[in-house]
């Protein structure tokens, strides 16, 4: 995956987020702060205003960049979890040679990192429950070989029903976690979010291969 796609990653990614705006904030103004999207699109128009000097970098220098933009100028917590996520990334991609293996690993650990920064897992209805099963898919198809096609796909699959699979739960991190089983029925934003970013990816990958 060459550097060079990454403009276009922030772009389709900052594109997906506009047209889900409205339906994001109704989900966050349901259990949350009601300040989720608005946050992403302010660290997103941030990540287009250096783009060139993104596409000028080596993966891990850009990943490191994309991490401390998005922690400098998104706030709240979710700023704070998807820069953690980014610069962990860049640490895990130093001396990598990026393939499918390498990056799923690369991704595994920054995922590790935004639990230990969040201080939360797989079930309590936040951002994780769509990263920890794209993370752990990914692992087990690229260790598998999976045809990459299929794999982009299973991506795919796998962050929409991690993000669904928060409908159900009762939450026990942030704002939401005062509802107790109030919040049953909603959809967590963070989680819709990264189900949106995940699939906007994969199928840009997909259109490149």
Known sequence: MSNSLLPQLIQAISTTIENNADEVAELDRAIGDGDHVINLQRGLAALQAIEAELNALDWPPALMKVGMTLMSTMGGASGSLFGTLFISMSKAAKGQTLTTETFADIFHQGVEAVKQRGKADLGEKTMLDTLIPVAN??????????EYHQLLNNL????????ASTKDMIATKGRASFLGKRAIGHIDAGARTSQLMICTITDLLAQQN
């Open 137 to 146: 898919r990914l692992q087990e198809d690229s260790a598998k070989g999976t």
């Open 156 to 163: 795919s699959e796998q962050a929409i029903a991690g993000m």
